[in-house]
């Protein structure tokens, strides 16, 4: 089965990383959002697992989209890497923007001082190291 690992397998192995570790990152980078000092221990809580289950939705979607652009019937097995690449330009994509229209749009919510922005996008680091490493070690767990 070593090559031939079942697409399902697959997708549910990573809906299973994505799931714990946007849940572990959601609240690992808490503190570098105002709500950490303005919100409730019952707003952080919900936050978390209202940002969690939005990530979750941005993964399995982007993982989608690229499967369905670059995705061949032996996916898997044949087009792995390419269809991971796109699943994660196209999460950080969307984060990008999200960040954006959350923060200077809506002001939905807010980065505090010690938040690292990237210049010329001002978004937050770790939003973007999030769509980074996550996927990148979802894809390399959910296939080994």
């Given at each position: 089965?070593?090559?031939?690992?079942?697409?399902?397998?697959?997708?549910?192995?990573?809906?299973?990383?994505i799931?714990?570790?946007?849940?572990?990152?959601?609240?690992?980078?808490?503190?570098?959002?105002?709500?950490?000092?303005?919100?409730?221990t019952?707003?952080?809580?919900?936050?978390?697992?209202?940002?969690?289950?939005?990530?979750?939705?941005?993964?399995l979607?982007?993982?989608?989209?690229?499967?369905?652009?670059?995705?061949?019937?032996?996916w898997?097995?044949?087009?792995y890497?390419?269809?991971?690449?796109?699943?994660?330009?196209?999460?950080?994509?969307?984060?990008?923007?999200?960040?954006?229209l959350?923060?200077?749009?809506?002001?939905?919510?807010?980065?505090?001082d010690?938040?690292?922005?990237?210049?010329l996008i001002?978004?937050?680091l770790?939003?973007?190291?999030?769509?980074?490493?996550?996927?990148?070690?979802g894809?390399?767990?959910a296939?080994?």
């Amino acid at each position: 089965m070593s090559g031939t690992r079942n697409w399902l397998q697959v997708l549910r192995r990573y809906l299973l990383f994505i799931a714990a570790g946007n849940l572990a990152w959601e609240f690992a980078h808490m503190p570098l959002y105002t709500l950490w000092e303005t919100g409730t221990t019952e707003q952080i809580i919900l936050y978390g697992l209202h940002c969690t289950a939005g990530d979750i939705l941005i993964a399995l979607s982007a993982l989608a989209v690229a499967l369905f652009v670059l995705g061949t019937p032996a996916w898997p097995g044949e087009g792995y890497v390419r269809v991971g690449i796109i699943a994660v330009v196209l999460g950080l994509g969307y984060t990008i923007f999200s960040e954006w229209l959350n923060i200077e749009i809506r002001e939905a919510w807010a980065y505090r001082d010690i938040m690292p922005v990237i210049p010329l996008i001002g978004a937050g680091l770790t939003p973007m190291l999030q769509w980074i490493v996550l996927p990148v070690l979802g894809l390399w767990w959910a296939r080994r």
